[in-house]
């Protein structure tokens, strides 16, 4: 009986092996994944030189990796095992407390030597131009949310890194968010399934700008427009029974007029909120419309006051917070910005730079040499 049992599970096996193959010939490829926001493995061409050096195999591997029949599936439930298992890290994120998923960001894996080149960038920048220069550094989630990690995992203290860079840079004035985001860390600041903070922690940060709470939450109408969002931490782990994220956003009551143009005039808008992109997988894109080279706002504030922003996506929740400060709001996204910033700066009357990023994703960029 065991016998007849042992070549069933053999016949079975290669069987599925069989059909799994042949899948790869009938089934169509797919070019990106929604859940993971990354785009897949197509078949590579065949030559000489990429069999030789190894790259042929190496996409080979990752094709087949990628072009899985039900892969979304199969992840899904490698997952679930990882779970049963009571495993507290799956992909380079810590299954936290209370739905909450948190990168893993070790200190022996932080740049430091980047984030290091980035802000003598910004204070050499700083040192040239003849406007005030501030920098909001944006601690990420595991750094303020620190009683949702799981137990004995490891972690970079960036609230450390922040108090250190803050103290090295002569030309810079540095702006404290992390002091008021750690006083309302037990609310909603930080979406529990994607890296990016929530419009509440941008506004706390935005208070910290403002050094006095002469802005408080009664002078916004918040309105409640996604229950179903799943952001880019979810798609590194695809757990099926992850709850979603809500995303809100806030109107001031005393909102004054403006246009947006994007990209060097390519595109106008009367709104900086882009709601086809709650169709979307990456909801976050709803502010901006995602991540732009340029934008200028100009608003119907009659106070002659311009600012500069220089910022990661961190900041597409904290700029609308600014409409109501400035005439005239200047964008940059210098991972995108191909001009010469000198130029651009020649014909704007600019009264305050600021740099407002999350603290790794600075210490991953490599665009600030454009300064």
Not at 86 to 112: A, C
Not at 141 to 164: G, M, Y
């Amino acid at each position: 009986m065991q016998k007849i049992l042992n070549y069933i599970l053999t016949f079975s096996f290669v069987l599925f092996l069989t059909f799994m193959g042949i899948s790869y010939f009938f089934k169509e490829e797919q070019t990106f994944s929604q859940n993971e926001n990354r785009t897949l493995q197509t078949l590579p061409e065949f030559t000489l030189n990429n069999l030789l050096d190894g790259s042929f195999m190496s996409d080979i591997e990752s094709y087949i990796n990628d072009q899985v029949l039900f892969r979304d599936e199969f992840m899904e439930f490698k997952t679930d095992i990882m779970l049963l298992a009571k495993n507290k890290e799956i992909n380079e994120v810590y299954i936290g407390e209370d739905g909450y998923l948190l990168q893993k960001v070790l200190p022996s894996t932080f740049n430091y030597e980047q984030l290091n080149y980035n802000l003598d960038c910004i204070n050499e920048f700083a040192s040239k131009v003849d406007a005030p220069v501030y920098s909001l550094l944006i601690p990420s989630s595991f750094s303020i949310l620190q009683d949702k990690l799981p137990s004995n995992a490891s972690s970079i203290d960036e609230l450390e890194v922040i108090k250190d860079m803050s103290s090295k840079y002569s030309e810079i004035t540095f702006i404290d968010a992390t002091t008021n985001l750690e006083n309302h860390k037990k609310e909603y600041i930080y979406y529990k399934t994607d890296h990016h903070w929530t419009p509440l922690g941008a506004f706390y940060a935005y208070q910290a700008w403002h050094n006095a709470d002469e802005k408080d939450l009664d002078s916004y109408d918040i309105k409640k427009v996604s229950t179903d969002f799943l952001g880019s931490l979810y798609s590194k782990v695809l757990n099926s029974n992850t709850a979603f994220d809500k995303i809100e956003l806030f109107y001031p009551k005393d909102q004054t007029n403006y246009e947006v143009t994007y990209n060097f005039n390519q595109k106008k808008s009367d709104t900086l909120y882009d709601f086809s992109k709650l169709k979307t997988k990456d909801q976050y894109q709803i502010f901006l419309g995602g991540n732009h080279p340029e934008i200028t706002i100009h608003t119907s504030n009659n106070n002659n006051r311009s600012i500069l922003l220089f910022k990661d996506s961190f900041a597409n929740a904290f700029i609308p917070f600014l409409l109501n400060d400035y005439e005239n709001i200047y964008i940059i996204d210098l991972r995108y910005f191909n001009k010469d910033i000198n130029t651009y700066l020649e014909d704007k009357d600019i009264d305050e730079i600021l740099f407002l990023y999350n603290l790794y994703n600075l210490s991953e960029d490599t665009s600030l040499r454009k300064l």
